[in-house]
Structure formats: C-alpha cells, structure tokens
C-alpha cells in the first residue's frame, strides 16, 4: 500500500511538514522522534485533542485546530519544518468511530481543503500493521490507565478508519499520501528513507 516514490510531490524550495497517524502501538512516537532528530530546522509537537468528549467539545476542537492551522500558515516564511505526533485527523477519527459525542467531518473537511493549500511539502503518514495480532504486545505499556483500555479490536476498527481516510485523501494534489506497515521496524525506517525526500537528502 505504500506509495511509489515516483509518485512524491516534492519541491526542493520549500520546507515540509510530516504528520504521522496510526492506532497506538504502531509506533508514531518513535518515528517522529526520529525524523526530529535527523532533519535540521525542524519542530515536533504531539497533539492530542481536547479531553472534552462532550457535544461542547465540537467547539473547543475546531478553535483549537483553526489556530494551530494559523500558525502553520504563518510559518511558511520561517524556513522551518514541522513534524506532528497526530494532528486533526486523529480528531475526525475519533469521531467518527464514536469516541466523542458530536460530529466534526465539516470542520474536518474545511481543514484539509486548508492544508493541502499551504506552501509546504505536505507528507501525511499513516502506520499500521498487517499483523494486527501484533497489537497484543505493542498495546503493553507502561503508561498511564487512560491509554492502556485499548483492545486489539479497537485498534484494528481505528487502523481500518485510518486506512479509508488514506484513501479519500488521495484525491488532494499537494497532500502526499504514504502507508507504512510497521511490523517489522527496521523495514519501516528503510521505507520512510525511501519515500520521505527530506530525510534521503540528509542522509547522502
């Protein structure tokens, strides 16, 4: 399912910003941990929504996302890239698999028709397992209750959510759109090196 790097939209002339999304345990931190560390001039932040479930949430999300698109668009003359641990397509997942009491998909969609008209290399990155036994052991973490109520079959319904909206965002020009199995870890870093031009031409 991963793209072809031929298919990459890539402009040398101007900075990126890499968005990793997934079910917990596909390894999302670790990945962008490690493109922090290897691209120069970037920044990574780890977004998680608001805690507020509620249809009052609906309101507290859209400010939220709104502003920190702001931000990026004030950022494309600042000669830096970004790098986000989930951004606001977590939020209309969650969504819509029922997480949360409202619906967002208008907010969403008006979002993504934003992103995909910022000045930069636009890289959405979706992690899952074709194993997705596998999440017996990665959902085995030493983190706090709240994130540890994760079954395998909650995983698999996000991954498949998360997988369709692949999908649907394949139709936007400048949004490149890669998929990355991460059963194997050392096969996904060589992949992303493949498919991720900022960081092949600081490796070379």
Same mark, same amino acid.
């Given at each position: 399912?991963?793209?072809?790097?031929?298919?990459?939209?890539?402009?040398?002339?101007?900075?990126?910003?890499?968005?990793?999304?997934?079910?917990?345990?596909?390894?999302?931190?670790?990945?962008?941990?490690?493109?922090?560390?290897?691209?120069?001039?970037s920044n990574l932040l780890r977004l998680?929504?608001?805690?507020?479930?509620?249809?009052?949430?609906?309101?507290?999300?859209?400010k939220m996302y709104e502003q920190w698109?702001?931000?990026?668009?004030?950022?494309?003359?600042?000669?830096?890239?970004?790098?986000?641990?989930?951004?606001?397509?977590?939020?209309?997942?969650?969504?819509?698999?029922?997480?949360?009491?409202?619906?967002?998909?208008? #907010?969403?969609?008006?979002?993504?028709?934003? %992103? +995909?008209?910022?000045?930069?290399? =636009?890289?959405? !990155?979706?992690?899952? /397992? @074709?194993?997705?036994?596998?999440?017996?052991?990665?959902?085995?973490?030493?983190?706090?209750?709240?994130?540890?109520?994760?079954?395998?079959?909650?995983?698999?319904?996000?991954?498949?959510?998360?997988?369709?909206?692949?999908?649907?965002?394949?139709s936007y020009n400048n949004i490149n #759109?890669?998929?990355?199995?991460?059963?194997? %870890? +050392?096969?996904?870093?060589?992949? =992303?090196?493949? !498919?991720?031009?900022? /960081? @092949?031409?600081?490796?070379?």
């Amino acid at each position: 399912m991963t793209n072809n790097i031929n298919e990459i939209k890539y402009d040398n002339n101007k900075k990126s910003i890499i968005v990793f999304e997934g079910p917990q345990g596909v390894g999302k931190t670790g990945f962008a941990n490690y493109c922090r560390e290897i691209m120069p001039y970037s920044n990574l932040l780890r977004l998680s929504g608001t805690s507020d479930k509620t249809k009052t949430g609906y309101d507290k999300a859209k400010k939220m996302y709104e502003q920190w698109y702001n931000m990026l668009k004030s950022s494309e003359q600042w000669d830096i890239n970004w790098i986000f641990d989930r951004y606001f397509f977590s939020e209309e997942l969650f969504c819509r698999n029922g997480y949360k009491q409202y619906t967002w998909s208008d #907010v969403y969609w008006d979002l993504v028709n934003k %992103f +995909n008209e910022t000045k930069f290399n =636009l890289f959405v !990155i979706f992690l899952y /397992l @074709e194993q997705t036994e596998l999440y017996r052991e990665r959902l085995k973490r030493n983190k706090p209750e709240a994130y540890n109520n994760m079954t395998i079959n909650e995983s698999v319904k996000q991954q498949d959510a998360y997988l369709k909206m692949a999908e649907e965002l394949k139709s936007y020009n400048n949004i490149n #759109v890669i998929t990355i199995p991460t059963d194997d %870890f +050392n096969i996904a870093y060589q992949k =992303l090196h493949k !498919i991720l031009p900022p /960081l @092949e031409t600081k490796i070379k």
